[in-house]
Each structure stands twice: as C-alpha cells, then as structure tokens.
Nanobody
C-alpha cells in the first residue's frame, strides 16, 4: 500500500512562486514513476508533470513547461513541484500520483495507481 500526502498549496498573486510537496510512504514508491495532475473548477483532471523513478527524465504539459519543475528525493520519498511565474489559469487542486508499473514519465492518468487527496492552489490576478 502506498500513501501520498500533498502540502504547500495556498493563495498567491500572479507572477509568484510556490513549491508543492508530496510525502510518499510505501515499500516500493521510490522505484516507480510519479507525477502531478490538477483539476481546475468545472474541468477534467489534467496532466501537469511526471518524473522517472531515478529522477533523470521528466515530462510536462505544454502550458507549464519552462515555468514548473518536478523533482524527487528518493532518500526521503518526497516528490516536489516548483511552480514559477504562476498565472490565474494555474488555479486548481493539485494531486500527486504514483505508479506501480511504470519507471519512465507518463502523462496518462490510468498509468497511476495511487493518488493523494490534493492541495488547493489559487492564483489571483
């Protein structure tokens, strides 16, 4: 069993930066792909970023590429999302997710088996 707990959300102004963290527990969580997804009000959940099990390969959705950085520390089982130049359209509930099957980045939600409860990020204009 894997448990994921996100933290770091909140309210910021446009242009600000924020770091999200996801504390993971479970015997094999550091062996597999992890990712961040988000769901904006009234919209479907969408892919944000993904990272390989070693942290050497990443992938991003186009709207955040160059502004967001995903990273992981396998020694302490924490996944990060550093968000810069935040925009109002980044407002959403952000979820971290863990796969138990993949080791390379993936933007497909069905590839992930465990999900956190989410943390709210609100960017004001």
């Amino acid at each position: 069993q894997i448990q994921l707990v996100e933290s770091g959300g909140g309210l910021v102004q446009a242009g600000a930066s924020m770091r999200l963290s996801c504390a993971a527990s479970g015997r094999t969580v550091n062996l597999y792909t992890m990712g961040w997804f988000r769901r904006a009000p009234g919209q479907e959940r969408e892919f944000v970023a993904s990272i390989s099990w070693r942290g050497t390969s990443t992938d991003y959705t186009d709207s955040v590429r160059g502004r967001f950085t995903i990273s992981r520390d396998n020694a302490i089982n924490i996944l990060y999302l550093d968000m810069n130049s935040l925009k109002p359209e980044d407002t959403a509930v952000y979820f971290c997710a863990s796969s138990t099957r993949r080791t390379v980045p993936s933007g497909t939600s069905s590839e992930y088996d465990y999900w956190g409860q989410g943390t709210q990020v609100t960017v004001s204009s």
